[in-house]
Every structure is written in structure tokens, then in C-alpha cells.
């Protein structure tokens, strides 16, 4: 069980097009969902809390912006990078917390997106 | 001060011996902590979580936690080359989980 699923596995993309990643939880229900992004050799750093049926909260320093997030529904959350260029490039990460657990201490992580913009 | 630091690496380990890995944290209201496993481009999967003061076992890791000295540590006995992989301490601070930079680890087979 709590498997996440992360839609496309990879993608290239021209400088200036927008991208959208899907970020799935098959078997449970995930009322908050994270997205992080991992540069190459650095750690994962969250972007921002997506919260279904409503706004995500950004981290400090992440543009609401560019990267837009969509919860719409208890499994899916969507990340759109809008207008990429190639210092967007990186791996994009989403973790779901099962709506069932108390705290949200425990999240399912998904197998990432590789975004190379050119 | 980062909020979770480790040593990036690399360590290496003979396989069959003991790799020992650190971290340290500033938030000393920080009540969960984390050890995550990520091989070159996969995500990370949880390995252990602690969250009281002493040791926990689970087959061959063991995670220490000291939080008067804001210390956690990760062992893993009769290291395999399977272990070769990036190890990240993770602290959960307000519902959210705040990485370390990792530490890269090398098993010599």
C-alpha cells in the first residue's frame, strides 16, 4: 500500500513553455500533498504544501507564480512550471500524507520527475 | 546555521564493517527525525524514524537520537554494497520534513 505515483517520469522541454506534473496517491486518500525539487548533489527542498481544496502554501523564496498548484481532488495534485527556462531544470519530488494518519509525519514519497529544460 | 547539516562525504566502508553517519539540527523544539535512503536519481525512501532519546534498532540499522546535544546518528552493521547510496536526515518541523544535504556513503565490496 501508499504508493505515488509522479506522471511524466521525465521531460524536456523548450525555454519558455510551461510543464505539468502529476503527483497521483493510488491507494489512499492524501489531504496534503509536498512538492519538493533536488538539484544535482544537493538536498530536497520543499516548494510548497499543496492542500486539497485549497491554496498551497509556498516556502520562502518560491515563486506562487511560476510554480502553480492545483489540488483538486483527495489523489491528485498537480505542479505546473509556467514559462521554464533552464535554471528550472531539476528533479521535482512529491510526497503525499495518507488523510487517515493523525499526523503528517509519515509521507509516501513518489519516484520524481526529471525536468531538463533547453 | 542550517537547519539540518551532515557531512556530504564521501564515506567509504569496507563491506562487512560498521558505517556510522551523523547529523546534527538547530531546531530544538524538533520532536521526529528521519533517516532516508536515495540511490542516484530515485527518490528518497524511509529507512528509520526516532523520536525519543536513546537507540532503535531495526535489523541491521540503528538510529541514535540525543537531543540535549541536537545529535542524530545512523549505524548500519555488516555494511553490503547494496548500501552504497545517499543517506539524508530529516527533521519534521510544523507538519513539514526539512532535509540534510545528505551524506554519500561507499561500500568497498
Known amino acids: 500500500g501508499a504508493v505515488v505515483s509522479q506522471h511524466p517520469s521525465w521531460v524536456i522541454c523548450k525555454s519558455g513553455t510551461s510543464v505539468k506534473i502529476e503527483c497521483r496517491s493510488l491507494?489512499?486518500?492524501?489531504?496534503?500533498m509536498f512538492w519538493y525539487r533536488q538539484f544535482p548533489k544537493q538536498s530536497l527542498m520543499l516548494m510548497a504544501t499543496s492542500n486539497e481544496g485549497s491554496k498551497a502554501t509556498y516556502e520562502q523564496g518560491v515563486e506562487k507564480d511560476k510554480f502553480l498548484i492545483n489540488h483538486a481532488s483527495l489523489t491528485l495534485s498537480t505542479l505546473t512550471v509556467t514559462s521554464a527556462h533552464p535554471e528550472d531544470s531539476s528533479f521535482y519530488i512529491c510526497?503525499?500524507?495518507?488523510?487517515?494518519?493523525?499526523?503528517?509525519?509519515?509521507?509516501?514519497f513518489g519516484p520524481g520527475t526529471r525536468l531538463l529544460v533547453l | 546555521q542550517k537547519e539540518v547539516e551532515q557531512n556530504s562525504g564521501p564515506l567509504s566502508v569496507p563491506e562487512g564493517a560498521i558505517a556510522s553517519l551523523n547529523c546534527t539540527y538547530s531546531d530544538r523544539v524538533s520532536q521526529s527525525f528521519f533517516w532516508y535512503r536515495q540511490y542516484s536519481g530515485k527518490s528518497p525512501e524511509l529507512i528509520m524514524s526516532i523520536y525519543s532519546n536513546g537507540d532503535k534498532e531495526d535489523g541491521r540499522f540503528t538510529a541514535q537520537l540525543n537531543k540535549a546535544s541536537q545529535y542524530v546518528s545512523l549505524l548500519i552493521r555488516d555494511s553490503q554494497p547494496s548500501d552504497s547510496a545517499t543517506y539524508l536526515c530529516?527533521?519534521?518541523?510544523?507538519?513539514?520534513?526539512?532535509f540534510g544535504k545528505g551524506t554519500r556513503l561507499h561500500i568497498l565490496p
Open positions: 530529516a527533521v519534521n518541523r510544523d507538519d513539514k520534513i526539512i
Open positions: 510526497s503525499a500524507h495518507d488523510a487517515r494518519e493523525v499526523t503528517q509525519e509519515t509521507q509516501y
Open positions: 491507494d489512499f486518500q492524501a489531504t496534503t
